[in-house]
């Protein structure tokens, strides 16, 4: 797992307004608007966004410290499950909701963002089909490239927490070893695709809400 201390250059002990004060710093220099087209600068505010996602939450930031420097789960170790994948399933799926929750929120809140989206849609499926029609697998196909450079610094850090918070939740169910990084980073990975993908239906949903309600 990444060394988000590593990636705000403070230290274990650093107090909260310390890393408070390092984050803002960082996001500040690397924040995309002053880095149009920067994909260097773009990962960088990403990163430091993450990092700040969990070590700017004293409880995601104690499990982060257990699970990186030792000692014992919050609530102690339990026995494996006779199917882990059960709770795994579960957490995912609620990841899946909150990713759609999100996006779909965001653009029904912002109907002139909405409204622009759905007529990039239009123009991309013109160019593809030869008529306008809502066909979903375009619009996700575009979904990633749509969102990504107005997901903000707020989304960025709550996704972070929320995707932490689940998996240090994950680790004392037994889901993977957090002894072995690379099933540790293999279950986080997982969780962040579950998240992504309710993103995804998230701005699908909302472009066929508004599109069948203005053919």
Do not use: C
Request: proline residues 3%; charged residues 35%.
């Amino acid at each position: 797992m990444r060394d988000y201390y590593k990636v705000l250059g403070v230290e274990q002990d650093a107090a909260a307004e310390e890393i408070k004060r390092v984050y803002r710093k960082l996001a500040k220099e690397n924040h995309p608007d002053l880095h149009p087209g920067d994909k260097k600068a773009e990962a960088r505010f990403k990163e430091v966004s993450e990092a700040y996602g969990v070590l700017g939450d004293p409880q995601a930031k104690e499990e982060y410290d257990r699970l990186r420097f030792g000692g014992h789960p919050t609530y102690g170790v339990r026995e494996k499950p006779i199917n882990v994948e059960i709770f795994v399933s579960q957490a995912m799926e609620k990841l899946y909701e909150g990713g759609h929750e999100e996006i779909q929120g965001y653009l029904l809140r912002n109907i002139p963002k909405l409204r622009e989206e759905v007529e990039i849609i239009r123009t991309i499926t013109k160019s593809k089909i030869g008529y306008d029609a809502f066909k979903p697998k375009i619009v996700e196909e575009h979904a990633r490239k749509a969102f990504a450079g107005w997901i903000d610094e707020d989304m960025i850090v709550r996704r972070s927490k929320i995707i932490h918070v689940a998996l240090f939740n994950l680790l004392n169910q037994g889901a993977a070893d957090r002894k072995r990084e690379q099933e540790v980073d293999k279950l986080k990975k997982r969780l962040e695709n579950a998240w992504e993908d309710g993103q995804v239906a998230g701005y699908r949903d909302a472009l066929e809400m508004f599109y069948q309600r203005n053919k």
